[in-house]
């Protein structure tokens, strides 16, 4: 169980902020500098680690600025530095790192971006999968082909069912409605649609989600085969 701040950005982008186990802060993905600021300054916090998941701009644009106001530290993908700030703690795919007493583990996923990486804390039942997996969808190929997503997919499929998953866009309403038109028996999707129309009415987030709801509505991850994966992601494309 996790503490997560969702700090609205842009038009759809979720950053978050999250307390380590030493009582540091974290923020995942700042694409902007301004919202963290006030909302630090707001709860009399600073925030001293930065997670950045991939390198496009809504990510990373508010990175730098943070680090300059509160001396914080970035955490970003080796392979990818030379597309990210300069890393003052730079992981690989696989790593299991400490984070002021909090265990991350570093888990690639090319498809998105080639040099895309989730961040996903074991204790705290949490991942933060940037632009990989949103609700009831997963990220555009960008850079990535198919199979690389699909792989990538696998990955996240295979942590525990009740982990909790904080995607960095909400996404959810555009991606039901195409959910329900592409699987329209499915009864999760259906209710997902209605539920999900109801909370944006409100404003209110639908992030995070749950790896096991992911796995009853979600049809990227309903694929069973990079082949179904690849017609799933193009038919999105084109509703
Ligand atoms: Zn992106
Ligand atoms: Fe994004």
Redesign the pocket.
Known sequence: MLTVHLIPAFDDNYIFAFPLYGGAWAVVDPGDAAPVINHFQRTGRKPSYIFLT?H?N??IGGAEELRKKFGCKIIGHADDAARLPALDIAVNDGDKIDIDGTKVNVIRTDG??IGHICYYLPDQRSIFV??TLFVMGC?RL?EGSAEQMYASLQKLKALPDDISIYCAHEYTVANATFAHDYLPDNEEIKNGLYFFNQLRADNIPTVPTSLRAEKLSNPFLLADSAESFAAARKAKDQF
């Open positions: 991939h496009h809504d990510h998105h971006t940037g632009d990220g960008f």
